[in-house]
């Protein structure tokens, strides 16, 4: 009678047992999921090069994608867009009466700058520093101008930039400081990418939220409809004309590759950042040397008493 009893459980577990696992759990629904998705690909595969015998060999298990993977960026590239070159300390002239000795956020930007950033080729240094001969600058040499202000002076931010400005929420400190100003852009020509700050603003126009943060193509009509202005050693490093063609985009701080741009200039943040680190490994060495020199003076005047007490 036992032995019959135990019979009965061990067939009754085993019955749902095989139920359980022929049931789809979410793994097994993977696994099914993954097998139909291959055998669509099998049967793609031979309805685009034909019915394969049953004697060949099945196709591999294996997905090379046809095209390259594209990083996830925040913001999206501007396209087609007329550049033309202005350089701080610029003077006015018919066809641009604005004077660039001073900038949309500095009064004083070529003092600031530390000179003319003169854009005689034959006056400035090329690879690998892209900047004026006879100074080194105090701002980043890579610097640009888009036609658009955040503020309306020292008091008062414009309605439209704590609408427009993706980043507004994480940098907003008052109302009249600029969130726009040193903010990084990348700037595309043919196969080649430079790097820059934003300096200025321009060509033209102060308040064109829609095409800097939006989608809309520039207000400006002056200069083949110009949206951006790029200093000379943006120009210099692209090789661009004095009007040209370009792509450009806003990209965050640590998008921003290695090269002449993160290399010069108090307001560049990898100079910031690089100061700030020679000034914590200075305080670091500082303090292990004032360390050493307790421990010296200790062995100093108690070391032989130590010795003789052992």
Known sequence: MMFTLRLACLLALSAASLAHSQSFSPVAANIASEGSAMGAMAASRQSLHGSSS???????????PTLPRASYTRYPWKTEITA?????????TQNNPTPNTKSSWDTAWMQSFGGYDNPDPTQRV??????P???VPQQNPFYIALPYNDVLNHKTTKPSALKMIPWIKQTFERHGKSVCRDRWVAIRVGNRICYAQWSDCGPFL???VDYVFGNARPQNEKNDGAGIDVSPAVRDYLG????????????????VPDGPWRRMGQNNHFVQNQKGAQSNGSLVANRLEELRRQRDAYHRKFGNEQIRAR
């Open 54 to 64: 049953s004697s060949s060999a099945p196709l591999p298990r294996v997905f090379s």
């Open 84 to 92: 033309t070159v202005f350089w701080c300390g610029e003077l006015p």
């Open 126 to 131: 090329a690879h690998p520093e892209y900047r």
């Open 133 to 135: 001969t006879n100074f």
């Open 240 to 255: 661009m004309s004095g009007k040209s063609k370009c792509d450009w985009r806003f990209v965050d701080v640590h998008e």
């Open 206 to 208: 102060t308040d064109d």
